[in-house]
């Protein structure tokens, strides 16, 4: 039988998985990245954990076909990284080529964001739609674009980044410099910043008796919680996530036109007190066809997204 190895590369972990091409994972670990060391150190001690892996779990490694690898970065031609997201390891580098090197199996890569919606479409919440476009609302908003069996990952790597498109004109700086960005409003770190500037004029209310007024430790779920419990000052700040996540899911549906919207994240936890508002809104700015049919789920892999859809590169 056939195996293949999926890594995540992250900023301080890295997790790494053995698995069959169904995306079963057979064994796993997760190390500490030290990307300070520099990318062939990471890569030779990347190298050494698969060898444990295949060892505890008893698989001769030349049965091991494939390394797929998320990496925080635009990838182009699934082999060169043109930048590393807070890493020290310079530009175009080709780690492929770095990693067959070293292993002598067959490797590929993609985007990290890429990568997880890649998983959710082969193994994951989009499994069997020919479509899906995931959007994963954290502190920022990544995302990945699944159409036919095939990552769109663009030409220079950078194809996916749904974050960045402009919601607002010249409208509030973004992480990336820019102004105006759907992450700058629609992820967890845009609904905080709306949150916190409306706690400044406005205490009577739950949300900031349940925060006992700790506005600095603010996150998106207490917001959802106080929505929850009916306070009308949080549900007014969930409508304002809503009306900007509907806009830019909206453009992204009249662009691609997925049979499946994956929402996943922290604030995608939120569930039907979003979703129902969002699925409402959508009809304002997405034009009718694309509306018909349409699937919006919340991912389900969560941590194992990145190992599984590494691995659904050879897939």
Known sequence: MDYYVGIDLGGTNTKIGL????????????????????????MERIWGVIQE????????????????????????????????????WGTNVNVKEKLEKITGIETKLDNDANIIALGEAKYGAAKGSKSSVTVA????????????????????????????MKIVKDG?????????????????????????SRLTVNKQNLLYTMIEGNVAGLEAKDIFDAAKEGDIFSLDLVDYEAEYLAMGIANILNIINPETIVLGGGVALAGDILLDPLRKKLEKYALPVTLEDLKIVQGILGNEAGIKGAVGLFS
């Open 19 to 42: 698995l069959n091409i169904e995306g079963d994972i057979l064994k796993s670990s997760i190390i500490k990245t030290l990307s300070s060391e520099g990318v062939d150190k990471t």
């Open 53 to 88: 892996l295949a060892k505890e779990a008893n698989i001769n490694i030349k049965n091991v076909k494939g390394i797929g690898m998320g990496i925080p970065g635009p990838v182009e031609d699934q082999s060169i990284v043109a930048f590393f997201a807070n890493f020290p």
């Open 137 to 164: 609302l954290g502190t920022g908003i990544g995302g990945g674009i699944y159409v036919n069996g095939m990552l769109v990952s663009g030409f220079k790597g950078a194809g996916g980044e749904i974050g960045h």
């Open 172 to 196: 509030r700086v973004c992480g990336c410099g820019q102004k105006g960005c759907f992450e700058a409003y629609a992820s967890a770190t845009g609904l905080i910043r709306e949150a916190v």
